[in-house]
């Protein structure tokens, strides 16, 4: 285990610098050196926050947030430092305002250290960034730079995004919680648009309690962790239309539900409604649809500046037609409402967080299988950690829960996670 | 009646200039010749492209959109002209990229001409755009120079946006057509956002036909206006529950409504749901939630720069509770889904465009009453021109459909157009 794994408890941070301005200030000025030491070696970060401006920034901050860091997926704008969405196109980019979510955390309490690497276009082109856990292995994507900025203990909370598998992935690869909330809960105004059907932001912290106070913060929902009413009921799918998990992460899902089991848990098996297998390729339909229109500047002007890999995405997406496209979000809207009333009888879903560990190499961020038709149904997902593969590494368990049902689904995984904690 | 008010039908040019190309060349020129000659004193543009690039672009153009000049509204990015968003906070602001809608228009084969006129950040603050028609009257807003644009024959279509009645409101008071969507219909990302639940891509043009094509060449719906089934039937409110049109307004509808049964239409009194009361308070607090978020940046950083009118409301907007913002949002939902049954029985309504003709005066873009909560409400709406008020001024009639059936409601607002002329 590398010494650059060291996730902080925000809510502990919070406890430890109630009525103690120094000692925030000093815990943030640890956090620049931090990053500096380290980050030649990690690189998370793709921009760092001015120290002096970041000192000031903290001192008249207010909020529930109470003057914790925070890193930024360099995929959403903020005026003050270069937003280069992963891209050489706009390597020298300063947006001219801020995205949404960059002015709610400044508006909740928090201060940005600075901007994390993003896959280009938060598509599947692989960052530098190593995993803080494992030096040579992958830190996921696309929000590689958030996950490995909360695992390395550069900033408590980091924001990211998920379009497809981009917040569960990393999240589960660093050993952080993994927050992709309900389909339209956060704004994403001012983050580089893939698909607008999609795009999500997500949420990274130590822990689950973590993640949800400050979803909480952000979003003005009630979904500060809370007792369960009762025993809480897990879906465990017998199989996955995309896939099986490997050994490895099926062996890490038994662990967990036995247990919660243990706990108290009820776990029963669940299979999927043939429409699931269907939704994967809706995912595809849509997301290329909607990507040649939104990347459709760059894709028009900037194409030799684009990945090989990007380009010919693209160059496959022109080809998906406008009826496609309508009948795949025919299928996906049907889908989500299915889904409301295939949760009867279930609190949330037990599935793993990804296929495996982080794979070794930085060639590849990794698969986002068992993230995609989440995405798609727009339900709330969360990567819990705590967990350890074969190899050693961290591994997630996702716990998913229905639409709109955030606070619910983040009690299910603090459930889940304080479970495994004791075991 | 100005000789400012020279509106072009597009499907008339693209007929002229087929296998022509020195004639769609020649009329490029002729456009901006008029817009040099005019603008001066219209004030719909707030930036004009290079002639030369233009004719250079005119020349590479495939598509439906045949060669025609388009201005897009200045709450569109567009990465070779200043876009202020009307405001003075980016003055000097030039986008790193396209809207999505610009893209779209250069890809169907139209170019871009220049920007229009826009309130600040497409709210309520009035423009310096004059009414072609009448030199001493607002031409509406927010979208007063595209509306003007089209109606001075600027360009045969221009694209411009509704949150609330940005788009219908300075269609009926330039006598063009103006068209707003389904909501979704067209991408928004690019387009400076207000409220992302109600923010739409509007179209303008001289006739209803024309707008259908532009639509269908950007949507890749198939909208091109076709003959209607059979005899169409007309929902009529019997009363507004956001006021009454003025007299004149409403002897414009009784006017219509003579024609197009004269022609074989059904026309039956129409009775609004409660719930159709409440969603114009839905729309207030869901657009006031959102755009405390969206202008978050502006709010919070240059707030100076606002005008007291859209910082008033914004201080008003900092009040509004996210639980209010949630309970307003569900309501919504479920009128949504309400009208679509309620629908049943009538093919499309029709009701005053404004609540009369353009008033006089530059202080004020009029009132959006009749439009706000079909904005909320998703559904497609068509301001039909060709009446005249009693002030002899233009004055529109409003078709509205039920979401999702854009090609209907075009059709259905093309045979009130072509019944108008005919009577």
Chains 1, 2 share one sequence.
């Not at 801020?98 to 309490?109: C, E, H, K, S, Y």
């Not at 009333?341 to 299988?369: H, K, M, Q």
């Not at 969360?382 to 955030?406: F, K, M």
């Amino acid at each position: 285990m590398s010494d650059l794994y060291q996730p902080h408890s925000a809510l502990e941070l919070l406890r430890r610098f109630e009525g103690n301005v120094e000692a925030r200030r000093h815990y943030l000025h640890e956090r620049f050196e931090r990053i500096r030491e380290f980050d030649v070696q990690l690189r998370a970060m793709t921009a760092l926050a001015e120290l002096d401006a970041t000192t000031q920034a903290l001192d008249s901050v207010r909020g529930p947030l109470g003057g914790l860091p925070v890193a930024i997926k360099d995929i959403f704008d903020t005026h003050d430092l270069v937003t280069a969405y992963g891209s050489p196109i706009y390597a020298d980019h300063r947006p001219a305002s801020d995205a949404a979510i960059v002015t709610l955390l400044r508006r909740q309490g928090a201060v940005s250290i600075g901007k994390t690497a993003t896959s280009e276009f938060a598509y599947m082109a692989p960052t530098p960034t190593r995993n803080p856990w494992a030096l040579n292995c992958t830190a996921g994507g696309s929000s590689s730079g958030s996950a490995a900025a909360v695992a390395a203990g550069y900033a408590p909370f980091a924001i990211g995004s998920q379009t497809a598998g981009s917040t569960i992935r990393p999240a589960s690869f660093c050993g952080v919680a993994g927050y992709k909330p309900t389909f339209g809960l956060l704004p994403t105004l001012g983050m580089k648009c893939f698909s607008w059907s999609f795009d999500t932001v997500g949420l990274f912290a130590s822990c689950v309690r973590d993640v949800a106070h400050l979803a909480q913060a952000l979003s003005g929902h009630r979904l500060a962790v809370s007792d369960l009413p009762g025993k809480p009921v897990f879906g465990l799918p017998d199989s996955y239309p995309w896939g099986s998990p490997s050994a490895n992460a099926a062996s890490v899902v038994d662990h967990a539900v036995h247990a919660i089991e243990a706990a108290g848990a009820v776990v029963t098996s669940v299979e999927f409604a043939p429409w699931m297998t269907e939704m994967t390729g809706a995912h595809a339909t849509i997301q290329s649809y909607e990507s040649f229109q939104s990347l459709g500047f760059e894709y028009d002007h900037r194409r030799e500046q684009l990945t090989p890999m990007l380009r010919d995405f693209l160059n496959r997406a022109a080809n998906v037609s406008t009826d496609a496209y309508i009948d795949a979000c025919a299928n996906a809207e049907a889908a989500k409402a299915a889904l409301l009333t295939w949760f009867d009888g279930i609190d949330g879903l037990l599935t793993p967080s990804a296929p495996d560990e982080a794979p070794e190499g930085l060639t590849s961020t990794g698969d986002p299988a068992f993230s995609r038709n989440w995405t798609l149904l727009g339900a709330p997902c969360v990567s819990v950690p705590g967990l350890r593969g074969e190899r050693g590494g961290p591994i997630g368990v996702q716990v998913i829960g229905r639409r709109g049902e955030d606070a619910a689904t983040l009690a299910l995984a603090a459930f889940v996670e304080e479970t495994l904690k004791k075991a």
